[in-house]
């Protein structure tokens, strides 16, 4: 049982370049999420989806776009980087909504734009 | 807009001593939980701790427990018998018990980097 894992776990990506982040959860798991984490700023959600087939905007959702073809993977894309979204992004997953459900995150990917 | 404030950026700790972080929030709603996660510097999020608003009792987990005060809107993490593995950073975190699309389940405070010093 991996939990959740993120690849690549960096990056470095020139100011309009595009480039996608994988995020894969093996514990069957409905909702999952796209968050950021900016120097000395907890994490802010970028987009999430409730299920198979869904998305929808979190609280910084302008310059990303997401997809959840399959149930277990959730990926977050960058059509033209821009230096602002430098920064890590989470990945999280959880069973359904509410806060007695966990949310299980990822390890982090650190991405650099120049 | 609820909001999660953590006033102390830095703070350091001796090994076996006990330390406080402190953690207050603002919201309207009656119902609610709150959490403490733990980030090593691996980076992965560990959950540390939560607790409900509906729950008068303060939560505990071995080593770390909360003291909740509601009215005082004030939740504080203390970490008993601090180890080197407990250097990280703390953030604090309110979940909505109702949020959609253009908003966020978890609200996070900007963090607190613990220190433990041997």
């Known amino acids: 049982n991996a939990g959740v894992t993120q690849t690549p776990k960096f990056r470095v990506l020139k100011t309009g370049q595009s480039m996608t982040l994988l995020c894969a959860q093996d514990?069957?798991?409905?909702?999952m999420y796209w968050y950021r984490q900016d120097p000395g700023m907890g994490l802010r959600l970028i987009h999430y989806?409730?299920?198979?087939?869904?998305?929808a905007k979190g609280e910084v959702p302008d310059g990303y776009n997401v997809s959840r073809l399959k149930k277990q993977n959730f990926l977050l894309g960058l059509e033209s980087a821009a230096p602002s979204q430098t920064s890590v992004y989470f990945c999280?997953?959880?069973?359904?909504?509410?806060?007695?459900?966990?949310?299980?995150f990822g390890p982090g990917t650190r991405l650099t734009v120049l | 807009a609820q909001t999660v404030t953590q006033s102390q950026p830095e703070m350091s700790v001796q090994e076996a001593e006990t330390v406080t972080l402190s953690c207050t929030y603002d919201?309207?709603?009656?119902?609610?939980?709150l959490f403490w996660y733990k980030q090593p510097p691996s980076r992965q999020m560990i959950l540390v701790i939560r607790?409900?608003?509906?729950k008068q009792q303060n939560a505990t987990e071995n080593r770390f427990s909360v003291n909740f005060q509601k009215a005082a809107k004030s939740f504080s993490l203390k970490i008993s018998d601090s180890q080197l593995g407990d250097t990280a950073m703390y953030f604090c975190?309110?979940?909505?018990?109702?949020w959609g699309s253009g908003n966020t389940p978890l609200v996070f405070g900007k963090g607190t980097r613990l220190s433990v010093i041997a």
């Open positions: 975190a309110f979940m909505k018990p109702r």
């Open positions: 919201t309207s709603e009656n119902n609610y939980y």
């Open positions: 607790q409900e608003a509906y």
């Open positions: 514990m069957n798991h409905e909702y």
């Open positions: 989806s409730v299920g198979e087939g869904t998305t």
């Open positions: 999280a997953s959880s069973l359904r909504a509410g806060a007695d459900n966990e949310q299980f």
